[in-house]
């Protein structure tokens, strides 16, 4: 049998496209090697006749069945062979598919050349007693020192100094182990350790310098649990809650969520924390009290700390009414140094409208789901949700031993964890980029596209570090669907290298506004320049309006019926599944008007939906009845760059009705068939033109037209039979995609 009759059996009976999120993978077993091209569009990997393939429930089923497969069956999933204790208790591991990070922390001291007291020494790790260290780094960063002794008498201190003797960290205390955190690399440094009135001179049992991503915890502090790693920096942290010397946890709350972040991992104590061993500090800030309550005032003053103190990631399971000037202030100057700072939505099943700080303009802010992967039922909901976590009853290191909480509190280090890790994997990346990977490769769990109880979804761990890098352009505060308000600003976040080229913003496909991209964060107020609803595009382009990026917020279609069309009507499932994949939306007063005819507008929109098509590669209006000033003119614009849509006499006229032979026409190119030889003919009786006859012929040859002897090419197509045709030409629409 042929390549393409084989292609074509396949397609034939795989109906309809579906979301990433709904695909599992299978292994596919086939009888020869060269079998595997008649799978291509599904393929993930390959290891002989065995085949990984990503697919649907009905897609394998279908799969199951061809003649040259002779086994199918799950790939099972295999987890690290932990020995945490409490590691089966984890459920929400396996639930956002965490594994446990590859990255792991080095000692970038060893093997460097040291001078220990004026003798020369190159650091192996062992111990050593010194008071002076000066050690040559060269171009190595670090972002921590730590010294640890053999013993204790008293306070101690160390202090870390450049070459020219100015400070770069210094730490005092009484514990076994001082860290200093660095503010900034010198090729040399200087290291001096002093224990005064010490009877015996301490040892340095080790020496540490890394180079980690620091996660400031900013919560009610953390105790010095024995389950929690090395990376969790007790000596430098502070303490603005009851003022003591560190931020010694007395309401546990803080060194349960550090747990989730920070536990060891394969230690046989306990459970397993997200980061593992990767190269990531966790700084712990205490501003909430004995009894879990602390002041705006503090809570900023925690975040300055964390700022001022290198945190990449600022985790804020906190939350609570009432806006303030001070802590609104110093979230801002976080996220426009790029520094994520992520918040639970809080756990009073209530808008976030008067939420804080989940509501302040640049937050993260995180919603729970429990075990069915469902909104937790205490979580808080709103258009400031951006991404959602488990939290329902998770296990977490406790002020002693182990114990189980709710909240969103739970679900924000889950986030927290995962942008750190991201911000380690892709140094080069910046924040609007390592943000939209969280949000790319989110797992819709509740509606369909974004909504205000999940956000974009349910964060999953792999996916999102192992996704090609997303394009740095991304809404602060603007999610899709969300209505424009007037009086409002909206924060547009623009990576570094799009600064100087020119930016379009459409609203429905119509631009509203050029500018030109003078930082990485821009304020538009949007009622003023739109005054209206619906879809948001903002298109980068060069010199030349070649596109370089795009970011579109589509407003989600919500599953509704219609009231108009019932169940006995002849296209009344094709109608469904048209809603279900997001190309048909309906009409306002809850109708479908199925039997309306369909524009040339309307027929360009429900395609661009199909076919995902977002932006052309040059931003121009090629009909001088469509300028980009029109809605839809985005659409159109890429329709007929694609060749879909070529007019007449260099005109649109996209107010017209759509013939049933005009849509065989734009749907043959949109599915790249011009060029297909027809191999079967059927005896259309009423299709007289050539192009639509050659359109009609391979439409039905695929099985989207029907084999009447009369096609009706000239009668109007109606919105019915307009859904009718596109869900049977969805099963071809991933072939079309992998060309």
Same mark, same amino acid.
């Given at each position: 049998?042929?390549?393409?009759?084989?292609?074509?059996?396949?397609?034939?009976?795989?109906?309809?496209?579906?979301?990433?999120?709904?695909?599992?993978?299978?292994?596919?077993?086939?009888?020869?090697?060269?079998?595997?091209?008649?799978?291509?569009?599904?393929?993930?990997?390959?290891?002989?006749?065995?085949?990984?393939?990503?697919?649907?429930?009905?897609?394998?089923?279908?799969?199951?069945?061809?003649?040259?497969?002779?086994?199918?069956?799950?790939?099972?999933?295999?987890?690290?062979?932990?020995?945490?204790?409490?590691?089966?208790?984890?459920?929400?591991?396996?639930?956002?598919?965490?594994?446990?990070?590859?990255?792991?922390?080095?000692?970038?001291?060893?093997?460097?050349?040291?001078?220990?007291?004026?003798?020369?020494?190159?650091?192996?790790?062992?111990?050593?007693?010194?008071?002076?260290?000066?050690?040559?780094?060269?171009?190595?960063?670090?972002?921590?020192?730590?010294?640890?002794?053999?013993?204790?008498?008293?306070?101690?201190?160390?202090?870390?100094?450049?070459?020219?003797?100015?400070?770069?960290?210094?730490?005092?205390?009484?514990?076994?182990?001082?860290?200093?955190?660095?503010?900034?690399? #010198?090729?040399?440094?200087?290291?001096?350790?002093?224990?005064?009135?010490?009877?015996?001179?301490?040892?340095?049992?080790?020496?540490?310098?890394?180079?980690?991503?620091?996660?400031?915890?900013?919560?009610?502090?953390?105790?010095?649990?024995?389950?929690?790693?090395?990376?969790?920096?007790?000596?430098?942290?502070?303490?603005?809650?009851?003022?003591?010397?560190?931020?010694?946890?007395?309401?546990?709350?803080?060194?349960?969520?550090?747990?989730?972040?920070?536990?060891?991992?394969?230690?046989?104590?306990?459970?397993?924390?997200?980061?593992?061993?990767?190269?990531?500090?966790?700084?712990?800030?205490?501003?909430?009290?004995?009894?879990?309550?602390?002041?705006?005032?503090?809570?900023?003053?925690?975040?300055?700390?964390?700022?001022?103190?290198?945190? #990449?990631?600022?985790?804020?399971?906190?939350?609570?009414?009432?806006?303030?000037?001070?802590?609104?202030?110093?979230?801002?100057?976080?996220?426009?140094?790029?520094?994520?700072?992520?918040?639970?939505?809080?756990?009073?099943?209530?808008?976030?409208?008067?939420?804080?700080?989940?509501?302040?303009?640049?937050?993260?802010?995180?919603?729970?789901?429990?075990?069915?992967?469902?909104?937790?039922?205490?979580?808080?909901?709103?258009?400031?949700?951006?991404?959602?976590?488990?939290?329902?009853?998770?296990?977490?290191?406790?002020?002693?031993?182990?114990?189980?909480?709710?909240?969103?509190?739970?679900?924000?280090?889950?986030?927290?964890?995962?942008?750190?890790?991201?911000?380690?994997?892709?140094?080069?990346?910046?924040?609007?980029?390592?943000?939209?990977?969280?949000?790319?490769?989110?797992?819709?769990?509740?509606?369909?596209?974004?909504?205000?109880?999940?956000?974009?979804?349910?964060?999953?761990?792999?996916?999102?570090?192992?996704?090609?890098?997303?394009?740095?352009?991304?809404?602060?505060?603007?999610?899709?669907?969300?209505?424009?308000?007037?009086?409002?600003?909206?924060?547009?976040?623009?990576?570094?290298?799009?600064?100087?080229?020119?930016?379009?913003?459409?609203?429905?496909?119509?631009?509203?506004?050029?500018?030109?991209?003078?930082?990485?964060?821009?304020?538009?107020?949007?009622?003023?320049?739109?005054?209206?609803?619906?879809?948001?595009?903002?298109?980068?382009?060069?010199?030349?309006?070649?596109?370089?990026?795009?970011?579109?917020? #589509?407003?989600?279609?919500?599953?509704?019926?219609?009231?108009?069309?019932?169940?006995?009507?002849?296209?009344?499932?094709?109608?469904?599944?048209?809603?279900?994949?997001?190309?048909?939306?309906?009409?306002?007063?809850?109708?479908?008007?199925?039997?309306?005819?369909?524009?040339?507008?309307?027929?360009?929109?429900?395609? #661009? /939906?199909?076919? /995902?098509?977002?932006?052309?590669?040059?931003?121009?209006?090629?009909?001088?009845?469509?300028?980009?000033?029109?809605?839809?003119?985005?659409?159109?614009?890429?329709?007929?760059?694609?060749?879909?849509?070529?007019?007449?006499?260099?005109?649109?006229?996209?107010?017209?009705?759509?013939? /049933?032979?005009?849509?065989?026409?734009?749907?043959?190119?949109?599915?790249?068939?011009?060029?297909?030889?027809?191999?079967?003919?059927?005896?259309?009786?009423?299709?007289?033109?050539?192009?639509?006859?050659?359109?009609?012929?391979?439409?039905?040859?695929?099985?989207?037209?029907?084999?009447?002897?009369?096609?009706?090419?000239?009668?109007?197509?109606?919105?019915?039979?307009?859904?009718?045709?596109?869900?049977?030409?969805?099963?071809?629409?991933?072939?079309?995609?992998?060309?």
């Amino acid at each position: 049998m042929s390549r393409w009759l084989w292609l074509s059996f396949i397609f034939l009976f795989i109906p309809q496209v579906v979301w990433a999120s709904e695909k599992e993978e299978w292994i596919v077993q086939v009888r020869h090697t060269s079998d595997v091209r008649h799978l291509q569009p599904y393929v993930v990997d390959t290891i002989g006749t065995f085949v990984k393939v990503a697919v649907t429930e009905e897609e394998r089923e279908n799969i199951s069945r061809l003649p040259f497969v002779l086994n199918m069956e799950k790939n099972d999933i295999k987890r690290a062979a932990v020995d945490d204790p409490l590691f089966s208790e984890q459920w929400s591991l396996a639930m956002i598919d965490w594994h446990i990070p590859s990255l792991t922390s080095i000692n970038r001291l060893i093997g460097k050349q040291m001078i220990v007291d004026g003798r020369e020494y190159v650091y192996d790790g062992e111990s050593f007693e010194g008071e002076h260290i000066v050690i040559a780094l060269g171009e190595e960063t670090l972002s921590r020192l730590s010294v640890t002794v053999d013993h204790i008498e008293g306070p101690w201190r160390i202090q870390v100094k450049d070459e020219t003797g100015a400070m770069l960290g210094e730490n005092e205390g009484e514990l076994s182990r001082l860290d200093v955190l660095i503010s900034r690399s #010198s090729p040399t440094i200087h290291l001096y350790v002093t224990a005064p009135n010490w009877t015996t001179p301490p040892r340095i049992v080790e020496l540490k310098g890394v180079n980690h991503v620091i996660v400031a915890v900013v919560d009610s502090g953390v105790v010095q649990h024995e389950d929690l790693n090395d990376h969790v920096l007790y000596s430098v942290s502070v303490d603005y809650a009851e003022n003591k010397r560190y931020a010694d946890d007395t309401f546990g709350h803080g060194t349960h969520v550090t747990g989730i972040l920070a536990a060891s991992v394969n230690n046989g104590k306990g459970i397993a924390g997200l980061i593992g061993d990767a190269p990531i500090d966790i700084l712990p800030i205490k501003v909430l009290d004995r009894y879990g309550v602390g002041g705006d005032f503090e809570i900023a003053k925690g975040v300055k700390y964390a700022l001022d103190h290198g945190a #990449s990631i600022i985790n804020l399971s906190l939350a609570g009414q009432g806006e303030t000037e001070v802590l609104k202030a110093v979230i801002e100057e976080a996220v426009k140094r790029g520094v994520h700072v992520v918040a639970a939505a809080g756990n009073s099943h209530m808008p976030t409208t008067n939420i804080y700080p989940a509501g302040y303009p640049g937050v993260i802010t995180v919603s729970a789901i429990d075990r069915k992967q469902m909104p937790l039922s205490i979580s808080n909901y709103g258009w400031d949700v951006e991404v959602s976590a488990p939290g329902d009853f998770l296990i977490s290191t406790y002020l002693s031993g182990y114990r189980t909480l709710r909240g969103t509190s739970m679900a924000a280090p889950h986030v927290s964890a995962l942008l750190a890790i991201l911000r380690a994997m892709y140094p080069e990346e910046d924040a609007i980029q390592l943000r939209k990977r969280v949000w790319k490769t989110a797992k819709d769990v509740y509606w369909r596209g974004y909504d205000m109880y999940t956000g974009y979804g349910m964060i999953q761990w792999q996916q999102a570090v192992t996704s090609p890098a997303p394009l740095g352009i991304d809404w602060i505060n603007l999610q899709p669907g969300q209505p424009i308000e007037e009086n409002r600003t909206y924060i547009l976040g623009l990576s570094s290298r799009f600064v100087g080229k020119q930016g379009h913003l459409f609203v429905n496909g119509k631009l509203v506004h050029s500018f030109n991209v003078a930082g990485e964060m821009m304020s538009f107020r949007l009622f003023d320049i739109a005054k209206q609803q619906g879809n948001v595009a903002v298109v980068i382009t060069d010199d030349q309006k070649r596109v370089i990026a795009y970011d579109v917020h #589509s407003v989600p279609i919500r599953p509704t019926t219609f009231s108009d069309v019932k169940k006995t009507y002849w296209a009344y499932d094709a109608i469904m599944q048209a809603q279900q994949i997001q190309v048909i939306r309906g009409l306002p007063d809850g109708t479908f008007r199925p039997n309306d005819p369909v524009t040339r507008r309307q027929s360009v929109v429900m395609l #661009s /939906r199909l076919f /995902r098509w977002e932006t052309p590669s040059i931003l121009q209006s090629s009909f001088v009845d469509v300028p980009l000033t029109s809605v839809d003119a985005l659409a159109v614009a890429t329709a007929a760059e694609k060749g879909i849509v070529k007019g007449n006499g260099g005109r649109a006229f996209l107010h017209e009705q759509l013939t /049933r032979g005009q849509f065989a026409l734009l749907l043959m190119r949109a599915l790249q068939l011009e060029n297909e030889p027809v191999r079967s003919v059927y005896p259309f009786q009423d299709v007289k033109q050539q192009e639509v006859w050659k359109a009609v012929q391979l439409l039905a040859e695929r099985g989207l037209i029907a084999k009447h002897a009369f096609f009706r090419p000239n009668d109007p197509i109606t919105r019915a039979e307009m859904c009718a045709m596109l869900i049977r030409a969805s099963s071809l629409v991933r072939q079309y995609s992998t060309k």
